[in-house]
């Protein structure tokens, strides 16, 4: 099949329904579903600017296998300018949401590719699981599926004894081994895209050896969302039903997180990567290449999200006619430094792309890494700055209904500027509030401190990983130490 219109998307959901439960109900019909519909139709016209005449030729490429038009996120980079490419048509994807959809389905997408292209990764100790790594992912790409996925283990405590997430009841892990495949019970967080999603990768979070069975919380595996014994709870929507006028952003950008739940749910062989195989799940994003294609998809996200928002900053330093107060100039001169790193790191990444050894053209990770770790401290920040930039004028906020009731007039009169009528101001504001101050956007910036994991133990990680000795040694030849 070649790449999926918005129509096929949305039917893919209606034909397949996950057990999807919001605010104690099940959901039958995600596409229509008030406080999901409008998020799917996002994800859809994703999928329609796939076949748009004019940019079709940069959001596919010709599958190899199929011979028909597949989607780019899928392609395997073998040279710099299918990197390039790729990260083009990222960039359509990001801009239409202005970064807001976290979870395009390019997310995942380059993660099968890497792991495809690392199948003898998967195949070490079980030569099978290599050639499922490769038919996943031409299954993925063929039928262009949305994937939504899930690392982290749901935890009772984060105390000492607690912190592997491997030694608790509640933790996913596997229940009986059987000839044709594996049993699984327990919780997993956070699927962001659940219920919007065709399929759920199930890979691993670290697994310590803390207890002899710890074999069984190590896994990596993807299933159809509809499988038998998975549900997927959500929490409360921030689409309300307003309009796009009054919630810019929550009307359209609903991307839902969810908790997913395994009641003894069978994988099938052919559906698992690895099984059992602490050292292999515990390496794999990093040994696969995937965390580095991974990062190029964040970090692509990141550059359109800053655009925005320093977009809106400027917008309402124009409505206001504040561009002349040297603190307004300031706090919008951050706004582009932040946008700039994110820029450069990109663009860094992919100066310096290399072969890595499973023949894959491959970012470099020291300059994804970042602006990784900077982002979740920026992001707040680039908020903070358009609420210093709005202060009342973000709850100055007449809604759509004001504008076509009797007092319109007078509403659209006081709110005039200079240049700018009052609805015009209000539209700008509108959009500011729902980044820096509505629900959605608190959401967006605990997404942005948390979703590729917890900021302080990455920091941790790249102390201990990060080649210090090179800068010491400069320095104690300064300093003439031996
Ligand atoms: C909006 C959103 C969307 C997300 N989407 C996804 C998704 O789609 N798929 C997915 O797999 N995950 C997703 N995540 C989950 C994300 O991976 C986790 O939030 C992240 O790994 C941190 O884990 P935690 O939330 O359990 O935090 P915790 O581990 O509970 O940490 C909470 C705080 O305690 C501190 N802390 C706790 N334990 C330790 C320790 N041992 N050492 C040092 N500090 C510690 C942390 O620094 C942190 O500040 C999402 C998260 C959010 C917020």
């Known amino acids: 099949m070649p790449a999926r219109s918005g129509k096929q998307y949305l039917q893919g959901l209606k034909d397949n329904s996950a057990e999807v439960w919001l605010e104690g109900e099940r959901v039958r019909d995600v596409t229509s579903h008030p406080g999901l519909r409008r998020g799917a139709q996002s994800v859809a016209n994703l999928y329609d600017l796939q076949l748009d005449a004019w940019v079709s030729d940069e959001m596919t490429y010709t599958s190899q296998t199929s011979g028909e038009q597949v989607g780019m996120s899928f392609v395997v980079p073998r040279t710099l300018e299918d990197l ?8 359509r994807w990001a801009r239409t949401s202005g970064g807001m959809l976290g979870r395009t389905p390019d997310y995942l997408n380059v993660i099968l590719m890497a792991c495809a292209e690392a ?25 262009d599926l949305a994937l939504t996925h899930t690392l982290v283990n749901v935890r009772r405590t984060r105390s000492a004894q607690g912190t592997t997430g491997t030694d608790e009841d509640v933790a996913l892990h596997i229940t009986d081994e059987r000839d044709d495949g594996i049993v699984v019970k327990g919780a997993r967080v956070l699927a962001t895209l659940g219920p919007l999603s065709d399929e759920i990768m199930v890979f691993p979070s670290t697994v310590l050896r803390t207890t002899e069975d710890a074999w069984r919380y190590a896994f990596a595996f993807c299933i159809p969302c509809n499988t038998p014994g998975l549900k997927f709870v959500c929490r409360e929507s921030f689409d ?45 994003f990093v040994a696969t290449g995937s965390e580095a294609h991974m990062m190029h998809q964040v970090i692509t996200k990141n550059v359109a999200k800053s655009e925005f928002l320093l977009g809106v900053a400027c917008l309402m330093v124009e409505s206001l006619g504040s561009g002349g107060i040297p603190q307004v100039q300031e706090r919008v001169a951050e706004l582009i430094l932040d946008m700039g790193v994110m820029k450069a790191c990109l663009r860094a990444s992919e100066a310096d792309a290399k ?128």
Not at 84 to 91: A, D, F, S, Y
Not at 244 to 271: A, K, T
């Open 84 to 91: 390039e490419n790729r990260r083009k048509m990222m960039t």
């Open 119 to 143: 199948s003898s990764y998967f195949g070490a100790n079980r030569p099978e699981f290599a050639q499922n790594a490769i038919s996943y992912y031409q299954h993925a790409r063929e039928n």
């Open 240 to 284: 309300i039903g307003r309009s796009n006028f009054d919630h810019p952003l929550g009307s359209r950008f609903e991307e839902m997180d969810s908790i997913v739940l395994f009641d003894d749910v069978f994988i099938p062989w052919e559906r698992v990567y690895l099984s059992g195989d602490i050292e292999l799940c515990n390496t794999l």
């Open 355 to 482: 072969f890595d050894q499973w023949g894959v053209v491959a970012p470099d990770k020291d300059h994804l890494e970042v602006a990784r770790n900077l982002f979740p401290r920026m992001y707040p920040r680039m908020t903070e700055l358009l609420q210093l930039l709005g202060s009342s004028n973000l709850m100055m906020l007449p809604t759509e209904a004001d504008f076509e009731s009797p007092i319109q007039s007078e509403v659209n009169d006081i709110l005039a500027t200079d240049d700018l009528s009052g609805l015009h101001r209000v539209k700008v504001f509108r959009l500011a509030w729902d980044i820096a101050a509505s629900s959605f956007g608190s959401r967006q910036t605990l997404y942005e401190r948390f979703f590729f994991g917890d900021p302080t133990r990455r920091a941790i990680s790249l102390y201990n990983s990060y080649d210090k000795q090179p800068v010491m040694d400069r320095v104690k030849e300064f300093l003439e130490l031996d």
